[in-house]
């Protein structure tokens, strides 16, 4: 198995999110098994045979939020790897600048001296790191730094146990990215790299143990607010979900525009006519749904049957 991986993703500027929030729930188009092709997740590449590791699943075994989560595990075909590399990358439909942007999560590992877990936001293309944070095997939580080209994992004042869920946060600025576990910030610095993040991967290093990640949110703004949960007042809501014939839109905000996307970011044809929309000759499959309101973005899922 190779150490470094490559992904080339389908992605397109043009799609505007306010918010996206992912917890693997059948609701929202996923399904317990292989994270491989739901959605916009696929598993570590192995530039071989088979072409992704197989093991890093959707399960019902201990969530946050709803019934699911990710559970990423060791792959005994593999050894331990040099860099947390195993698991499950989210190829991003829109980009994020590395100075506005805000990714949290649930985490719960399940050992100590086992794996290195990590969070990673990157530029797939070239690998480059825009953010990395490991739980790392010790219990020290650490953060990726780059010092004059050098780069290095440096411990912040934070550690973790094993079987509790971990908040986490880490919010892009124009000054600095911050860094939260629970609602406390625990570091701040600079952008490894300053460059748009394509890619979102929850990982490990293949040595012992097993994490549950959930309750993902991704917003295209640098939220301060610790107890922010939502970008906006407004709120928006689709449905029949799943969908056969029309989907309904409805908005506390007046509706200027819709954008429908299938799962790889292609804008496919949709015409919104009295707070609907005709899904009737779209393929069967999960959708993007982008609502310009007045002043707002939102970004809703929905399937089509």
Same mark, same amino acid.
């Given at each position: 198995?190779k150490?470094?991986?490559?992904i080339a993703?389908?992605?397109?500027s043009?799609?505007?999110?306010a918010q996206q929030?992912?917890?693997?729930?059948?609701?929202?188009?996923?399904?317990?098994?292989?994270?491989?092709?739901?959605? %916009?997740?696929?598993?570590?590449?192995t530039g071989? =045979?088979?072409? #992704?590791?197989?093991?890093?699943?959707?399960?019902? @075994? *201990?969530?946050?939020?709803?019934?699911?989560?990710l559970?990423?595990?060791?792959?005994?075909t593999?050894g331990t790897?040099?860099?947390?590399i195993?698991?499950?990358f989210?190829?991003?439909?829109v980009?994020l600048?590395h100075?506005?942007f805000t990714?949290?999560?649930?985490?719960?590992?399940?050992q100590?001296?086992?794996?290195?877990?990590?969070f990673?936001?990157?530029?797939?293309?070239?690998?480059k790191?825009?953010?990395?944070?490991?739980?790392?095997?010790s219990?020290v939580?650490?953060?990726?730094?780059?010092?004059?080209?050098i780069?290095?994992?440096?411990?912040?004042?934070?550690?973790?146990?094993?079987?509790?869920?971990?908040?986490m946060?880490i919010?892009?600025?124009?000054?600095?990215?911050k860094?939260?576990?629970n609602? %406390?910030?625990i570091?701040?610095?600079?952008?490894? =790299?300053?460059? #748009?993040i394509?890619?979102?991967?929850?990982?490990? @290093? *293949?040595?012992?143990?097993?994490?549950y990640?959930?309750?993902?949110?991704?917003?295209?703004?640098a939220m301060?607010?610790?107890?922010?949960?939502?970008?906006?007042?407004?709120?928006v809501?689709?449905?029949?979900?799943?969908?056969?014939?029309?989907?309904?839109?409805?908005?506390?905000?007046?509706?200027?525009?819709?954008?429908?996307?299938?799962?790889?970011g292609?804008?496919?044809?949709a015409t919104?006519?009295n707070?609907?929309?005709?899904v009737?000759?779209?393929?069967?499959?999960?959708?993007?749904?982008?609502?310009k309101?007045?002043?707002?973005?939102?970004?809703?899922?929905?399937?089509k049957?």
């Amino acid at each position: 198995m190779k150490k470094i991986y490559s992904i080339a993703a389908c992605l397109f500027s043009i799609v505007s999110f306010a918010q996206q929030i992912v917890s693997f729930e059948n609701s929202d188009g996923f399904y317990a098994g292989d994270i491989q092709g739901q959605g %916009t997740w696929i598993s570590t590449p192995t530039g071989d =045979e088979p072409p #992704n590791v197989l093991h890093q699943v959707i399960c019902t @075994d *201990n969530a946050t939020h709803g019934s699911n989560s990710l559970k990423i595990v060791k792959e005994n075909t593999y050894g331990t790897q040099s860099i947390p590399i195993i698991g499950a990358f989210d190829n991003l439909p829109v980009l994020l600048s590395h100075n506005n942007f805000t990714v949290s999560f649930d985490m719960n590992m399940s050992q100590l001296q086992g794996s290195i877990f990590s969070f990673q936001a990157l530029r797939s293309a070239d690998e480059k790191y825009v953010v990395r944070l490991d739980f790392d095997n010790s219990g020290v939580v650490k953060v990726l730094k780059n010092f004059s080209g050098i780069s290095s994992m440096e411990s912040t004042s934070s550690s973790w146990s094993p079987n509790s869920w971990y908040r986490m946060k880490i919010v892009g600025t124009a000054a600095d990215i911050k860094y939260y576990l629970n609602e %406390t910030l625990i570091y701040s610095g600079t952008a490894a =790299e300053e460059l #748009n993040i394509d890619q979102l991967r929850f990982v490990h @290093d *293949n040595t012992e143990g097993v994490a549950y990640i959930d309750n993902i949110k991704i917003y295209n703004q640098a939220m301060l607010s610790v107890s922010n949960s939502t970008v906006n007042n407004n709120t928006v809501r689709v449905y029949p979900n799943p969908a056969t014939d029309f989907i309904k839109i409805s908005s506390s905000g007046k509706i200027k525009s819709i954008e429908v996307y299938d799962s790889v970011g292609k804008k496919v044809e949709a015409t919104l006519k009295n707070d609907r929309v005709d899904v009737t000759s779209l393929n069967a499959g999960l959708y993007w749904v982008n609502i310009k309101t007045d002043g707002e973005n939102f970004s809703e899922k929905f399937i089509k049957k």
